[in-house]
């Protein structure tokens, strides 16, 4: 059974640092990973789609990688802002099309 | 106007009551899941459907139903609601496998 862990579970850091979110996930035979914003109150924004035979995604500040073969990724924030506070969430697609997801990262920037 | 769009948002209900949760969505998707969010737990999903003759349970479907009643219109019931069934229930859609799914808002659902 697909298991996918994020870590750390809360993270606080100052207004302008780079840092990373970790996720893991147990089975390497993935049709893609996707990462997703949440927002107090609000539902999963979208924020890069990684395929399984991509390395990484990159969008604006962020940058997502992909490590397959030992089944971890990593989304990558640069030059944090406040609004960048919300909670992070990783999810992996399975060849049967189920979305797996993490419990998320509880990120606050701090101005 | 939002591309998936959840009704209610919010509900507070008693044991043993029928509720129905209802989703609809503009993108014009044929892809539409529901899933259940607890604390510390993620997302998980209760079902799926593909088109409106295909639908399929998911990872925790037992004391749920659904009901596609159109490419558009995607519902999840609760026959006979208990509190632990208490969580935020998300809708989303997709293009295709290898697209992104775009979410609800959420409804709050709360059992007691």
């Known amino acids: 059974k697909q298991e996918v862990t994020q870590i750390p579970a809360a993270l606080s850091v100052p207004e302008g640092e780079n840092l990373v979110l970790n996720c893991s996930f147990t089975?390497?035979?993935?049709?893609?990973l996707q990462w997703f914003r949440q927002d107090p109150g609000k539902g999963l924004t979208s924020l890069l789609l990684i395929q399984s035979s991509q390395r990484e995604q990159t969008s604006g500040r962020l940058n997502a990688s992909l490590d397959k073969s030992s089944g971890r990724s990593t989304l990558y924030i640069a030059a944090s802002q406040p609004g960048d506070s919300a909670t992070y969430l990783c999810?992996?697609?399975?060849?049967?099309?189920?979305?797996?997801f993490g419990a998320g990262t509880i990120l606050r920037v701090k101005s | 106007d939002a591309d998936v769009t959840q009704t209610p948002r919010n509900r507070i209900t008693k044991t043993g009551k029928r509720i129905m949760l209802e989703c609809s969505q503009t993108k014009g998707h044929d892809r539409m899941y529901w899933y259940r969010q607890d604390p510390g737990l993620g997302l998980r999903l209760i079902y799926y459907?593909?088109?409106?003759?295909?639908?399929n349970k998911g990872e925790i479907s037992d004391g749920y139903s659904v009901s596609r009643q159109a490419q558009a219109k995607f519902s999840l019931s609760l026959e006979s609601a208990i509190p632990n069934q208490t969580a935020l229930y998300f809708c989303?859609?997709?293009?295709?496998?290898?697209?992104?799914?775009?979410f609800g808002d959420g409804t709050r659902l709360s059992i007691l």
């Open positions: 089975d390497s035979a993935i049709y893609n």
């Open positions: 989303a859609t997709s293009r295709s496998r290898g697209q992104p799914q775009h």
């Open positions: 459907s593909f088109d409106v003759k295909d639908i």
């Open positions: 999810a992996v697609k399975e060849y049967g099309n189920k979305l797996v």
